[in-house]
T-cell receptor, first 117, second 113 residues
Framework: EPEVTQTPSHQVTQMGQEVILRCVPI?????FYWYRQILGQKVEFLVS????????KSEIFDDQFSVERPDGSNFTLKIRSTKLEDSAMYFC???????????????FGPGTRLTVT | KNQVEQSPQSLIILEGKNCTLQ??????????LRWYKQDTGRGPVSLTI?????NTKSNGRYTATLDADTKQSSLHITASQLSDSASYIC????????????FGKGTHLIIQP
């Protein structure tokens, strides 16, 4: 069964460094998302992406964050200058359809645990 | 502001027993409600999706109910198994919004042998 994959599974970085988290969405999906989950907290929406542009972003997704689909398969989240509070699990998700209809099923990857020291 | 509240925060039951998890939401205008299962260190996996016109939906031993008038949902797990130990997350989507979902904090369920 097709699945969303993410690399690396765990990333440790120093405060102020740039990190790139990578995701390979399900191949026929057109909508891509990033979420984060701080330890012990709920999952929070960061950004959605369709047709090579951001379709929505949350307040969390400030200028330190950017997303890109550099080729036909990868979808990346870049954090330019990491802060301690960026430590979290980052989930990528993809869906065949977008919007809020019932067929809008998002499939989540296993996550990348980012630790900022 | 859209919010999803879940109870209890955590629950321990014996294998084979049933349990019910609760979700209250203030999301408007409502589009659909989903229940996800999240194993430790893994991404959420969808169990059910319901629109306002659906009162109940089953997926194996999982049965979700929805009362759109009171803005409440429940997830009932029948004949629990050790593999049911996970966090169960209620997620609500608003109509005409972009693609973001509002997540609850989840109920951490532990099944003991």
């Amino acid at each position: 069964e097709p699945e969303v994959t993410q690399t690396p599974s765990h990333q440790v970085t120093q405060m102020g460094q740039e990190v790139i988290l990578r995701c390979v969405p399900i191949s026929n999906h057109l909508y891509f998302y990033w979420y984060r989950q701080i330890l012990g907290q709920k999952v929070e929406f960061l950004v959605s992406f369709y047709n090579n542009e951001i379709s929505e972003k949350s307040e969390i997704f400030d200028d330190q964050f950017s997303v890109e689909r550099p080729d036909g398969s990868n979808f990346t989240l870049k954090i330019r200058s990491t802060k301690l509070e960026d430590s979290a699990m980052y989930f990528c998700a993809s869906s065949e359809f977008g919007g809020t209809g019932i067929f809008y099923e998002q499939y989540f990857g296993p996550g990348t645990r980012l630790t900022v020291t | 502001k859209n919010q999803v509240e879940q109870s209890p925060q955590s629950l321990i039951i014996l294998e084979g027993k049933n349990c019910t998890l609760q979700c209250n939401y203030t999301v408007s205008p409502f589009s659909n409600l989903r229940w996800y299962k999240q194993d430790t260190g893994r991404g959420p996996v969808s169990l059910t999706i319901m629109t306002f016109s659906e009162n109940t939906k089953s997926n194996g031993r999982y049965t979700a109910t929805l009362d759109a008038d009171t803005k409440q949902s429940s997830l009932h797990i029948t004949a629990s198994q050790l593999s049911d130990s996970a966090s169960y997350i209620c997620v609500v989507s608003a109509e005409f919004s972009a693609d973001g979902l509002t997540f609850g904090k989840g109920t951490h369920l532990i099944i003991q042998p």
